[in-house]
C-alpha cells in the first residue's frame, strides 16, 4: 500500500495581502486608527487573523488580554468601482475622527482602490492639515504592492523615521523586534524569562504592541533582540540595522533561542555581548539540568521504544538534529528515518549528510518506510499520514523556545507513549 501523507505547502512567496500586513504592525498601539480603503471583506481578513491569533495563544497557555486598535472600512461599493471612491474616504475619516479621537491614523488602499486610482495620499495630507494629527497613507493597493511581509516591514520603517527621536539610552532596557504572537505568547514569556536570568526587563515589543505615545520613546532602549526562527528572509533584521545606525541602539544580531541547542547559543551570545560569559554559562547548567529533571520522570514510559522520524519538509524548514537529539534524551532507540515523496533529490542530499554526522541511522524511501513505520513505538513526523496506526507526533511547524519548548516536547513525546491500546492517531505539542 503506498504512503499516503497531508501535504504542507512551503513558498518562498506567500501570496499574502498587505493590507493585513500594515494593520497587524499596529494592531495593539493604542492611540492609533487604521483605515481600510477598500470592501469590507478586507477588514474582515485582519479581524479573522486576530481571532486566530488569540485562540494559538490560549493553546500554547497564555492569556490573550490585548485590545485591538479600531480597523475601520470606507466600504467601497460596485458603484464605487466605477465612479471613484474617495468620497467614501473622506466621510470615513469624519467618522473615525468624530468616533475615536485618535492620536494617529493609517489609512492603507486595497487592490480595488488601487485599480481605480483612489489617490489616498492627497486625501491624508488634507486629512492630516485639518485635523492637526499625523495621518500616514500607506497606498499598496492590497495584492498589487506586495506581500504581508512587505508592508510590514515597510510600516514599521515608517513609524521609526516619522516618529522616533534620539533618546539617552537606559541601561538594562531590553526592545524586542517583532510578533511571535505577541506577549502573551510562548516565545516572548520564554525570551523574558531567559532574559531576567540576566537581570534585564523588556520594556517594549516593536512593532505592534506599543502606544502611539511612547513611540517616540524607543530609541533609550539599550539594545534590541529579534524575535524570528526558520524562514525568515532577514527584514526585521535591517529594522535593527536602521535603528543601529540612526538612533544608535544595538542588537543582539542573527541568533535566535528555538531549540535546545540554539537556545544555548543564544545564552552564549547575549552573555558575550553583556560580558557575563561565567554568568552565561551557569544558567546554560542550570537550564540543562531542569531538562534533565523532566527527562528522569519520563525515561520509564521511554526507555527502549523504537521511534521513527518523517520528514516531508526541506531543510530550509526543517534539521532533524534536534529531533535525533530528544530521541537520545529519552533513551528511545531510532528505527530509522523515513523520506516522504515531496521531498526534492537537493533536500535529501543535504538531510542524508546532516543525518550521517549524527550517526549511522538508516534511511527509508516512503515505500520502503511503511512497514518502519507501522512498527515502531512513535512517529515523529513533519506530516500526518493518513494509512498508518503508529502514534505520530506531529513535528512543530514553528520550533517552541527556550528550555520550557524543550521540555514541552520532550513531554508530549512522553505522554503519547503513555496512551493504551494501539489506535495511532496524531498529537501536537503544547506548553
Known amino acids: ?8 505547502l512551503s513558498k518562498s512567496k506567500s501570496c499574502s495581502c498587505t493590507l493585513v500586513g500594515v494593520y497587524r504592525s499596529l494592531a495593539f498601539c493604542p492611540g492609533v486608527v487604521v483605515i481600510f480603503h477598500g470592501p469590507i471583506g478586507c477588514a474582515h481578513v485582519a479581524s479573522t487573523m486576530d481571532l486566530g491569533s488569540g485562540f494559538r495563544v490560549m493553546a500554547d497557555g497564555g492569556k490573550e488580554n490585548r485590545e485591538t486598535i479600531p ?31 485618535p492620536k494617529c491614523v493609517w489609512i492603507v488602499s486595497s487592490c480595488v482602490a488601487g485599480v481605480i486610482g483612489d489617490d489616498i495620499e492627497q486625501e491624508a495630507a488634507a486629512a492630516e492639515a485639518s485635523y492637526g494629527i499625523p495621518v500616514i497613507p500607506m497606498p499598496f493597493a492590497g495584492f498589487l504592492g506586495g506581500e504581508y511581509s512587505d508592508a510590514y516591514y515597510q510600516t514599521t520603517e515608517m513609524m521609526i523615521r516619522r516618529f522616533f527621536r534620539k533618546e539617552k539610552r537606559v541601561k538594562g532596557r531590553v526592545l524586542l523586534l517583532g510578533d511571535q504572537m505577541g506577549p502573551e505568547g510562548q516565545y516572548v514569556r520564554e525570551v523574558k524569562r531567559l532574559l531576567s536570568r540576566f537581570g534585564l526587563t523588556v520594556k517594549w515589543q516593536f512593532p505592534g504592541y506599543v502606544p502611539f505615545e511612547e513611540w517616540k520613546d524607543i530609541p533609550s532602549a539599550d539594545f534590541s533582540i529579534l524575535l524570528g526562527t526558520v524562514g525568515q528572509l532577514g527584514g526585521m533584521m535591517k529594522i535593527a540595522k536602521l535603528l543601529k545606525d540612526t538612533y544608535d541602539v544595538p542588537t543582539l544580531g542573527d541568533v535566535y533561542p528555538v531549540g535546545w541547542e540554539r537556545t544555548k547559543d543564544w545564552i552564549c551570545a547575549l552573555a558575550d555581548f553583556l ?3 561565567e554568568r552565561g554559562e551557569e544558567i546554560i547548567r542550570e537550564e540543562e539540568a531542569r531538562i534533565d529533571h523532566a527527562t528522569s520522570s519520563f525515561l520509564p514510559v521511554t526507555e527502549g521504544k523504537k521511534a521513527v522520524i518523517g520528514i516531508g519538509r526541506g531543510p530550509r524548514w526543517y534539521h532533524p538534529r534536534e529531533t535525533l537529539a530528544r530521541i537520545e534524551r529519552l533513551h528511545l532507540a531510532c528505527s530509522g528515518i523515513v523520506f516522504f515523496d515531496n521531498l526534492t533529490e537537493d533536500d535529501k542530499k543535504i538531510l542524508r549528510e546532516e543525518i550521517a554526522a549524527v550517526g549511522d541511522i538508516p534511511i527509508y524511501d516512503s515505500r520502503e518506510g511503511q512497514a518502519v513505520m507501522d512498527a515502531c513505538d512513535i512517529l515523529l513526523t513533519t506530516n500526518e499520514i493518513y494509512n498508518t496506526k503508529a502514534r505520530q507526533l506531529f513535528i512543530p511547524m514553528v520550533p517552541l523556545t527556550g528550555t520550557e519548548g524543550e521540555i514541552a516536547e520532550l513531554r508530549a513525546m512522553y505522554r503519547l507513549l503513555c496512551r493504551y491500546g494501539k489506535k495511532g492517531g496524531v498529537a501536537y505539542v503544547t506548553v
Do not use: N, P, Q
Open 71 to 101: 480597523l475601520v472600512s470606507s466600504h467601497l461599493r460596485e458603484k464605487d468601482g466605477i465612479f471613484g471612491g474617495i468620497d467614501r474616504l473622506s466621510d470615513c475619516i469624519s467618522y473615525v475622527m468624530d468616533t475615536y479621537h
Open 275 to 277: 560580558h557575563e560569559k
Open 1 to 8: 500500500m503506498a504512503l499516503k501523507t497531508k501535504w504542507l
